[in-house]
């Protein structure tokens, strides 16, 4: 048995990142970056006016101030601004010479034809100053930068109209177990429906990944090989759920060694999620998950994304809260790190959900996070601060 971090390390450790490609702005979304990133222009290129006014010298505000011309977005001025002078300018537009100051159209009247005053005491510059916000050929992004909306605009702002990334991984996945049928079928008395397949396919797309969906293989050896053989000749990585832990049926861990797989772990102190395996094999992965659909949606959280984002060129690290927990919380066996469902309030207290086990999955609807609760400790009073990772 390996700890989660002594897991989280592993799988760090055995995988290697994809190839590059070049792909068009459109489809970034949480792509990786391959390369840093450099500006090809000062941002903003100009001074730049941030508000619609006048643009004057700040010496200037208390005189009434001759007009020269109006200055639009997107065209240069033509004339300087002397003494007691000044030109309508929009936000936006280039600030033009001798001017230190743009003063709003709200804080202006006009004189008489052709003159306006400031009729306030004061004002900010309300200036953007050139190379304020990046200069040319700055780093803007760096290489491993998993990219979000808000790194597209910067993308889009120094002209990377084609950034090179990392190539997505092929990700199959299957649902082991003689027991399951499909969402839209009935199941029997003895079977259940595939949950999991459904559940991690969400949690894939979430990612940016669509994932090939293999279908539900039934408990038998030669069956279940044949199905992981054909996923790992198609795709560069593999995700199963179910047939890892010890039941007669449970062949998963046999039949990667049979095909010659690396098994880096099957077995961790993590509840939910004992039996996980990760196996490798020149530029082949595989993850196999527990059957019951709690198990499988944590370790894919935990392990999972930390693996198909190193994949891509990414080390992933999710977003952490630490909250204070609004009730005693006790637990009886301290030997795993455990993970619970929990939700938060509008004080922004950690409310552990009524949860049954790793097979009550309904729990999770009810849920913003999972909290940790860490290998030694039986429990947490009221108003503890407690780790929550969001879901
Ligand atoms: N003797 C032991 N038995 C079990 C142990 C153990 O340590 N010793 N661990 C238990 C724990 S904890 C878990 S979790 C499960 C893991 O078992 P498997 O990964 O081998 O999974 P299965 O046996 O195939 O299924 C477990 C459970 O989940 C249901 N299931 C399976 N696949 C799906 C699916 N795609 N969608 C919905 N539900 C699914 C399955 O019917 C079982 O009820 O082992 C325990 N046993
Ligand atoms: O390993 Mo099981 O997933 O602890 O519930």
Redesign the pocket.
């Given at each position: 048995m390996i700890t989660f971090h002594e897991a989280l390390k592993t799988v760090k450790h055995a995988t290697t990142k994809l190839d590059r490609e070049i792909i068009d702005l459109s489809d970034c979304l949480n792509r990786v970056l391959a390369e840093d990133v450099l500006s090809d222009m000062s941002l903003p290129p100009f001074n730049k006016s941030a508000m619609d006014g006048y643009a004057c010298k700040q010496s200037d505000l208390s005189e009434n101030l001759e007009v020269l011309e109006v200055i639009a977005a997107g065209s240069a001025p033509t004339l300087n601004i002397g003494e007691k002078q000044c030109s309508r300018i929009m936000t936006g537009a280039m600030v033009p010479e001798g001017a230190d100051t743009v003063i709003m159209i709200e804080h202006t009247e006009e004189v008489d034809e052709g003159h306006i005053r400031f009729t306030k005491e004061k004002t900010k510059s309300n200036i953007c100053l050139k190379g304020e916000d990046i200069l040319k050929n700055d780093v803007v992004l760096t290489k491993g930068t998993r990219l979000k909306a808000q790194h597209i605009s910067v993308l889009a702002s120094v002209g990377c109209s084609s950034p090179v990334v990392y190539r997505q991984p092929k990700v199959a996945t299957i649902?082991?177990?003689s027991?399951?049928v499909e969402p839209q079928d009935k199941p029997n008395k003895s079977q259940?429906?595939?949950?999991?397949?459904w559940?991690l396919l969400a949690q894939l797309e979430k990612i940016g990944i669509t994932g090939n969906y293999y279908g539900?293989v039934a408990?038998s050896k030669e069956a279940t090989k044949e199905v992981i053989s054909k996923c790992i000749d198609e795709n560069d990585l593999l995700i199963i759920?179910?047939?890892?832990?010890?039941?007669e049926?449970?062949y998963?861990p046999q039949i990667l060694k049979e095909l010659e797989f690396n098994i880096w772990f099957h077995t961790l102190t993590v509840?939910?999620?004992?039996?996980t395996v990760f196996a490798t094999r020149q530029g082949k992965y595989v993850f196999?998950?527990?059957?019951?659909?709690v198990?499988?949606f944590v370790q894919f959280e935990l392990l999972g994304k930390a693996l198909v984002f190193r994949l891509m060129g990414h080390d992933y690290h999710p977003a952490i809260v630490r909250l204070p927990i609004s009730c005693d919380y006790k637990r009886k066996r301290i030997d795993r790190l455990e993970y619970i469902p929990v939700r938060l309030n509008a004080n922004n207290q950690v409310i552990p959900v009524d949860y049954h086990g790793?097979?009550h999955?309904n729990a999770f609807t009810q849920a913003d996070g999972i909290m940790a609760i860490p290998r030694g400790v039986d429990e947490f009073t009221e108003g503890e601060f407690v780790h929550v990772r969001q879901i």
């Open positions: 649902a082991t177990g027991e399951l259940i429906r595939n949950v999991n397949s559940q539900i408990d759920s179910g047939g890892v832990s010890v039941g049926y449970d998963i509840k939910p999620g004992k039996h196999a998950m527990p059957g019951n659909p198990s499988s790793s097979a999955i």
